[in-house]
């Protein structure tokens, strides 16, 4: 595990670490955040107005800025040997929080946080990584543990990514949906990957079939093979979505239906073509796009002459 | 016509709903329940002497917990029909070929959603999926565009339309009028007294141009139920009966689920067209004989796209057709006299099949006098369906 070329070696040894400074309550345990908390949450018990807080606030009194704060994360020092070898990825996997006794007012807690776990490489549906455990402990002055708390990360490499990605979507945003590959269309999106437009043609008799099938419609020849197109064609149909907003999209969002001059047609979506320029019979031609890092999509921009 | 199996050997003797809301606040089994049971009232009928049971995809009220919940003793015939409110007349097809073939004597035809409230498809969410099926794949090919919900998939088409025909987003508008019209003096309906005017079609946001907010149906909770039987049998029950003159399905050549982009012409249903030929084959009726119809509208261009293919007006001149007033009340064919989709509910088409029957009772809240047939349609832009009610006379 000392092997400098294992990622998670550093990491190992700072478990039992802290993993950033111990953060102090800004006030001590008190009747009006009590208050706040507990019309929140419905809760109704007079013991939290007799001198208690609720067990389950725990968290509340170091909380800070709430949102995901990937920065935060990525400002553990034990995480960069992990992007430096290529798992820039981050996800939250588990929270999970253990109670010991509820706090009186008048307590101040401090929470310190831990570097407790670190797995072996495991494969997951995001990608190959690490699991960390973070273990956070929430004391109050004398030293008595109240509570704790483990958070668990994946420091991952994104199946999609090469070991040499750039590290620029740690904890990506909801990407574009990926089409889904099987053996009738996998032709399509790996020549669009490596940037080729490609039409399925049936070796029967010749047609050229979009969306790809498995059997030719016209003379039922399951034998076919593909040729590349000249990603030329004209406007047939189009649209420009405003609503329901789904990321990662920026709206207005025109999407076309193209005739491609093989005498095909193509949905895809208008590179730097503003909506008032659409204009059915408009000629277009296709650009092949690096939408996200490592997945591609063919788009269509103007042609020269349109 | 004694070729057709159907022929009018069955007929609908009940309908029930339960209201048209945006939160139903109960499950869609209890829903499924209310409406059925209302609809055995409604024909005069116990829930021991159902044996048959039809829905359609995406309702997720399975038969068995339906059949034991409503107190059903034997369930000897029982169907589901794929795509959706496409499928909202082949339900009743389904039911009256079982009636028909005496493989059961009387099939509830039902369909319960919390749409509104517990999910709705017009969030553009897909499920997710551990196998890569044939569908998912065709999904595939606009997901990652961004083409994803019914609004989008159905401009595209709506845009060709205009290209087309000429169509503006005015007449588009002018559907929508009519519906909220009608809608508004139906006191089953969400928009009940709550008409809009062509202006605020006009102002209403735009969703996925070229459709506008007020183009789009609502989203609803709610629940229908027919109950079909044989049209001797009805006849003895307690309502008249709303005979089953025509039933009929259709998928056409490079049909895909909503996005069939990739035939020649996509600013025509070619799937209503098979279907619309079917059913005037099987009745010998045309379109000249329906004194009122029931049409889709989960989006108005398709109200528009579908007077033509059922022959009501001639390609390209169905705007026409509603901006001479045709499809309001008073007009040669009054659409959706109960509001439609978008001013009764969204309840996946079954809900008009109900108002087709009022019509043929005479007990719709807009009546169209001296109704002899009644032309019912489903979802379009997937593989459809539709039938045609009458009062059931030899003709
Ligand atoms: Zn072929």
Known sequence: ?306 | MSRFVLGGAAAIAGIGATEFSKQSGRSELRLACEAITAALADAGLRPAEVDGLCTYSLDHNIESEVFRNIGGRELKFFSRVHYGGGAACATVLQAALAVQAGLAEVVVVYRAMNERSEYRFGSGLMPAAHVVTAELVQFGWYMPYGLMTPASWVAMLARRYMHESGATSADFGRVAVTMREHAARNPAAWFHGKPITLAEHQASRPICEPLRLLDCCQESDGAVALVVTSTERARGLRQPPAVIAAAAQGAASDQQQMTSYYRADIARLTEVELVARQLWAQSGLAPADMQTAVIYDHFTPLVLMQLEAYGFCDRGAAPQFVRDGQIGLGGRLPVNTHGGQLGEGYIHGLNGVAEGVRQIRGTSCNPVAAVEHVLVTAGTGVPTSALILGRGTRR
């Open chain 1, 1 to 306: 595990m000392a092997n400098s070329a294992d990622p998670a070696a550093p990491a190992r040894a700072a478990i039992g670490h802290t993993v950033w400074p111990a953060r102090v309550a800004r006030e001590p345990v008190n009747q009006p955040m009590i208050n706040a908390w507990c019309d929140a949450i419905g809760e109704t018990n007079p013991r939290y107005r007799a001198g208690f807080a609720p067990a389950a606030m725990l968290p509340v009194w170091t909380m800070r800025k709430f949102t995901p704060d990937p920065a935060r994360v990525e400002g553990m020092a034990i995480l960069q040997p992990f992007d430096a070898a290529g798992y820039v990825g981050v996800a939250a996997t588990n929270l999970e929080q253990e109670y010991l006794r509820e706090l009186r007012l008048g307590e101040r807690v401090t929470e310190e946080a831990t570097l407790e776990a670190v797995s072996d490489e495991k494969k997951t549906a995001l990608g190959s990584g690490f699991f960390l455990t973070i273990l956070h402990e929430f004391r109050v002055d004398s030293g008595e543990v109240v509570g704790r708390m483990r958070f668990r990360i994946l420091k991952f490499r994104a199946r999609e990514m090469a070991a040499t990605a750039r590290p620029a979507v740690a904890a990506a945003p909801p990407g574009r949906l990926r089409p889904p590959v099987n053996r009738d269309n996998a032709f399509f999106w790996e020549g669009i990957a490596a940037g080729r437009l490609l039409v399925q043609r049936c070796t029967g008799c010749g047609t050229l079939r979009h969306p790809p099938g498995p059997m030719c419609p016209q003379c039922q020849s399951l034998e076919w093979d593909t040729v590349q197109s000249s990603g030329r064609g004209t406007l047939y149909s189009f649209v420009v979505a405003h609503h329901p907003p789904i990321p990662p999209f920026e709206y207005p969002l025109p999407i076309l239906l193209v005739d491609m001059e093989e005498g095909w047609r193509l949905v895809a979506n208008a590179f730097q073509i503003e909506r008032p320029a659409l204009e059915i019979g408009m000629p277009l031609a296709v650009e092949i796009v690096e939408v996200e890092p490592g997945f591609r999509l063919p788009f269509f921009v103007r042609a020269a002459g349109g």
